[in-house]
């Protein structure tokens, strides 16, 4: 008898370290897949989950995980509105200050800045803590990022920490970028100017090229007396390059600050280290 | 664990004990793998429609393979988180699970809802191919035909579609109507259409006959303009050729631009200023050339955008009302 109950009672206890009932396995098993990267499988995972789950015990983790899922597929529509149904089933105020910046970040992504934007101003004017106003911050400073408006996002992080990182590197692509305006008033002073400015200085010589010819026909018809043909080579050639070289300047200083810009997302993406949307 | 051993009760308790949790382990863990890798990997599907259409196990593959019946992968569960699926409009993923069912079930409203998911996510050649495996022997064969039907006809091929419409063996008499319609249809999307059109308007419901009238007249006869006349239009009159296309603006630009560049050479000519005369001789000739091309370019453009308009007019209608395929519940 005593054996009985001896072993009857270590066997009692070993199965209490194993037993599992089938909503956590299933959790863990979805768990797994998604954090292996098999994000298709662990979509149906976490579904079959919520469908099977009658006390909603893991509403909130599975729905943050199917719209991380969601996101990692760059299908951010989706990843929305499981972080939005995430939100209705939150458990404590922690829960839904995350999914909330869940959604903001699915929102930077899926370039709705304005709609990211108006989320963090929300959450800015409920929260009070330090650490959760600087993540404000960090996340108005990348919404801003993914706008192209970078001097926004240094004020942003600089909010956070007057040398912050992002800050810093918001600061160098401001000071990188060319002013387009700018460009075009030179190209109007000195055809060809504003794309030599901008780097592109092959371009930049053949506009100012085509333009004196241009000119010295123009001003030489004008000057023998034959004003309808100055007044015509002025218009059809002259001008044309003249105009030409406003546009080109423009269209340079335009795709210099994209480049500008794309150089930094990309380091963004590939080498910087920090929480990304 | 000497001093253990040395009492000969507990050791006996202790190797007890030691077999009795392994073997449960073993089950419990059996069981959450057995149970776990139930979810169909892609490269099943394929191995799956390659060759026997989801075989159904054996019983004892099947007690294998699914241990637990209570658990959230059962058939019974299985199918009712399919179902669900299939109601939130996430056909990719209920298909997978009907997939799975079926490898232990038969149920042809199952294989229906299944050939129905592969339609509804657009890879008709397989909803094709699920839907013939209902033809025969099935109560729901009629509407696995017209299943069929409107996978061939969404395929695209609809030269295709008609010749498989022309066997009319597999024609089911409840929906001879419809089959017979998406066969009309076919004639409008690709432009086929015939010029006998007793058949094809009595075809449609008396509601839809006139405006697939109108469809039918614009097909038919649209008023293409010749790319030859545009330019040969343009040969006579520089620009004439872009108003006959409807590019009004440009043909009277044309013609300005022409003129003044060969009053230009002629002037220059005139004056012994031979080079700026060539000069001005070349440019007109480019303008007068380009002006000709550009005409019979305008014709086409024009004819390409009364084409995509009608296409999409067309189609757009015809989406609209469904192709005027019946809503079956099930």
Request: a neutral charge; aromatic letters at 16%; proline letters at 2%.
């Amino acid at each position: 008898m005593k054996r009985f109950f001896s072993t009857y009672l270590l066997f009692a206890l070993s199965l209490s370290i194993y037993a599992q009932d089938n909503l956590s396995i299933q959790f863990d098993y979805a768990n797994t897949l998604y954090k292996t990267g098999q994000y298709f499988d662990a979509i149906t995972e976490f579904k079959r989950l919520l469908f099977f789950s009658p006390q909603k015990k893991y509403s909130y983790d599975a729905n943050i995980l199917i719209g991380k899922c969601y996101k990692a597929g760059a299908k951010f529509d989706d990843a929305i509105k499981y972080f939005s149904v995430a939100e209705l089933n939150t458990n404590s105020a922690e829960q839904k200050i995350e999914a909330k910046f869940q959604i903001v970040r699915a929102n930077i992504l899926r370039r709705t800045t304005n709609r990211a934007l108006e989320i963090l101003n929300e959450l800015e004017k409920e929260i009070s803590q330090k650490q959760l106003l600087d993540s404000v911050n960090y996340w108005k400073g990348w919404s801003y990022i993914f706008a192209d408006n970078w001097k926004e996002a240094s004020a942003a992080f600089g909010k956070i920490k007057s040398n912050h990182e992002l800050k810093k590197l918001c600061d160098q692509i401001e000071n990188d970028k060319v002013s387009v305006t700018f460009t075009k008033v030179i190209s109007y002073i000195l055809p060809g100017s504003g794309q030599i400015y901008t780097g592109n200085i092959l371009p930049g010589l053949m506009s100012f090229g085509w333009n004196i010819l241009g000119g010295y026909l123009t001003v030489n018809s004008f000057v023998e007396d034959r004003v309808f043909d100055g007044a015509v080579i002025g218009s059809l050639i002259w001008l044309r390059f003249y105009r030409g070289n406003i546009q080109g300047a423009e269209n340079s200083a335009i795709q210099k600050n994209i480049d500008i810009s794309n150089k930094a997302l990309r380091f963004l993406q590939f080498e910087y280290k920090g929480a990304k949307p | 664990m000497i001093l253990l051993l040395k009492n000969k009760v507990i050791s006996q308790n202790l190797i007890c004990l030691i077999i009795l949790v392994f073997f449960f382990q073993g089950k419990i863990f059996s069981q959450q793998i057995n149970g776990l890798n139930l979810g169909a990997s892609p490269e099943s599907y394929s191995a799956a429609s390659d060759g026997e259409l989801y075989p159904i196990l054996s019983s004892a593959e099947a007690e294998r393979e699914g241990g637990l019946k209570d658990n959230l992968l059962s058939t019974g569960n299985r199918l009712k988180f399919a179902d669900y699926l299939f109601q939130q409009e996430d056909y990719l993923r209920a298909l997978n699970e009907y997939r799975e069912f079926l490898r232990y079930e038969d149920n042809d409203s199952v294989r229906y809802r299944l050939a129905e998911s592969f339609f509804r996510i657009g890879r008709f050649n397989e909803a094709a191919d699920n839907f013939k495996g209902l033809f025969f022997g099935s109560d729901l064969s009629d509407e696995a035909i017209l299943g069929f039907y409107k996978s061939s006809f969404f395929k695209g091929n609809y030269k295709e579609f008609r010749e498989l419409t022309a066997t009319p063996i597999y024609m089911p008499d409840k929906y001879v109507t419809e089959i017979n319609r998406l066969y009309f249809i076919s004639h409008f999307m690709d432009n086929t259409l015939p010029y006998d059109t007793a058949k094809l308007f009595t075809a449609f419901p008396d509601s839809n006959r006139q405006e697939v009238k109108n469809f039918y007249r614009s097909r038919k006869f649209s008023e293409y303009k010749s790319p030859v006349t545009a330019a040969l239009l343009s040969v006579a009159i520089p620009g004439l050729g872009k108003v006959y296309a409807g590019e009004v603006g440009d043909g009277i630009t044309s013609f300005i631009t022409t003129g003044l560049l060969v009053f230009l050479s002629v002037n220059n000519f005139d004056h012994d200023h031979n080079f700026r005369g060539w000069l001005f001789a070349g440019m007109a000739a480019l303008s007068y050339g380009g002006t000709i091309y550009g005409s019979a370019a305008s014709a086409q453009i024009y004819n390409a955008g009364i084409k995509f308009n009608l296409d999409n007019e067309i189609k757009l209608y015809f989406e609209k009302r469904n192709y005027f395929l019946p809503k079956l519940e099930f």
